[in-house]
């Protein structure tokens, strides 16, 4: 076993490897030019929009539902002690990596939404089915390559989107709480079922209310604590700067790893926080009622400007003005990023724990529902809508015998399976880059303009029909 475990880790190391990273970079960079800096529309016109209603495009879900939902399993554990294990192993200038990798990822998270949207599905009964796998099948006729992502992503959901994160909830309730654990996943097995055997309509729903909830909770605590380290902020930016790009020491104990770790483990911990690239948030934009993809595509790629470029930002900010204020807080000593967080909100006397144990819960929580649609979607794909109870049912049992397993090789096979899950995608939006750049050109300036392709029809009793088919149903 022991083996197997090493062999496991040596295969999540290469995934996750510079490869991947200059990947995955290299394409946000990419499509950040192709596409004439999106990045300014995101802010000037995705965030209006995603406050907005469409009712009359077609679609399951309003363009707010859609982005939540993307958002609740977006926004996780990896917001909160992702940051902390970026500080601990890369300094301090890991969080300007991790911030520029958000600030580029919007790229890629409008240019893998476009095409999910483009070339989405309807079923018979009027649900939207869309993502990497009927972008590949049906914009690049590379159905092997869509099959790959759904079974990657279907397998994924079940550990990083349901186990690892059902276990964080009762290792957290069970500290603070002292909830026993197999009661916490009895708890949150019913919530769990409650939600997501309502299908979309009803995860989308719940995320509309708990997602705004949980982001501005958490960034409210962020904001207390830098209150109260306010004589710290700007040289924390300062610190976070500088030790980007030089190794060293500066005020308050600060030590820079050096440039290689600071971008590695930055990088690293965005990528892995924003998914942009991954693919996974596109699944839930494909269910928008949206007039035309490029629409859809900027109100999706505000989930990575909240997701990183506010959240993860303000996480950084919170830690790293922490340790210069208390300088006996040995980050070296610290490899665990929720015990360096915990330290931080530690500041806010009897509150700070609580404000942390529920933005946790709430951000584990929200993973869960959201993940719990992907893999949905990503099962249908393969084996259509007659499988979804089957795999409701796993879902909802992983839920319930997580907090009592051991995760360590879960997590990691996870961590794989994110990676494997990413290639494809990153084939689709750079073989169909042309096709991105086509459609923004086309809709960019008028956002009201409607699409009038087609949307085809699919029997989703059984698994989709090949591309020839959807053609063929086209014309």
């Known amino acids: 076993m022991e083996k197997v475990v090493a062999f496991i880790d040596s295969v999540d190391s290469f995934v996750w490897g510079w490869w991947m990273i200059i990947l995955l970079l290299g394409t946000h960079i990419f499509m950040t030019i192709r596409t004439g800096f999106i990045q300014r529309k995101t802010l000037s016109k995705g965030i209006r929009l995603s406050v907005s209603k469409d009712p009359d495009a077609e679609g399951e879900v309003s363009s707010f539902g859609a982005l939540t939902t993307a958002l609740a399993a977006t926004i996780g554990t ?134 705004p909830f949980m982001a501005v909770f958490y960034v409210i605590g962020c904001i207390v604590i830098l209150c109260i380290n306010y004589d710290f902020i700007i040289p ?71 997701d990183t470029v506010v959240v993860c930002l303000m996480t950084g900010l919170v830690l790293v003005t922490s340790i210069m204020k208390n300088p006996q807080i040995d980050v070296s000593q610290i490899d665990n990023g929720g015990k360096l967080t915990s330290l931080a909100f530690g500041q806010i006397p009897h509150v700070g724990p609580i404000l942390l144990t529920i933005g946790i819960i709430t951000f584990a929580f929200s993973t869960v529902l959201g993940w719990a649609y992907y893999g949905e979607r990503c099962v249908e794909y393969l084996g259509g809508k007659r499988v979804l109870v089957a795999y409701r049912c796993v879902y909802i049992a992983v839920a319930v ?46 956002l009201d303009a409607w699409d009038d392709t087609p949307i085809p029809v699919i029997d989703d009793s059984t698994v989709p029909p090949s591309s020839s088919s959807n053609e063929k149903q086209m014309k």
């Open 78 to 211: 990896g917001n909160i002690i992702g940051v902390g294990t970026a500080i601990a192993l890369g300094g301090p200038g890991a969080v300007l990596w991790c911030w520029l990798t958000g600030v580029f990822g919007i790229a890629t998270k409008y240019a893998e939404s476009l095409i999910a949207v483009k070339y989405r599905v309807k079923t018979k009964d009027g649900r939207m089915q869309g993502g990497a796998m009927y972008a590949l099948e049906r914009g690049l006729n590379m159905k092997w390559l869509g099959v790959l992502f759904a079974i990657f992503g279907g397998i994924a959901s079940f550990g990083i989107g349901c186990a690892t994160q059902v276990n964080a909830i009762a290792t957290v309730a069970n500290e603070n709480f002292n909830c026993p654990a197999w009661v916490v996943g009895v708890v949150t097995g019913v919530l769990v079922a409650i939600v997501i055997f309502g299908g979309i309509k009803s995860i989308a729903s719940v995320c509309e209310r708990l997602v």
């Open 401 to 446: 015998i997580a907090p009592i397993s051991a995760l360590n090789l879960v997590w990691t096979i996870a961590d794989i399976l994110n990676a494997l899950m990413s290639i494809p995608n990153l084939i689709a939006v750079l073989f169909l880059s042309g096709v991105i750049v086509k459609d923004t050109k086309r809709f960019i300036n008028d």
């Open 236 to 306: 924390a930016f300062g610190a976070i700067i500088r030790l980007a790009f030089t190794p060293g020491a500066v005020a308050g104990g600060l030590v820079g790893s050096g440039i290689r770790a600071a971008i590695q483990y930055g990088v690293a911990r965005g990528l892995f926080s924003n998914e942009s690239g991954m693919g996974s948030a596109p699944i839930a934009a494909a269910a928008a009622q949206s007039r035309n993809p490029v629409r859809q595509a900027l109100i999706a790629s505000t989930g990575t400007f909240w």
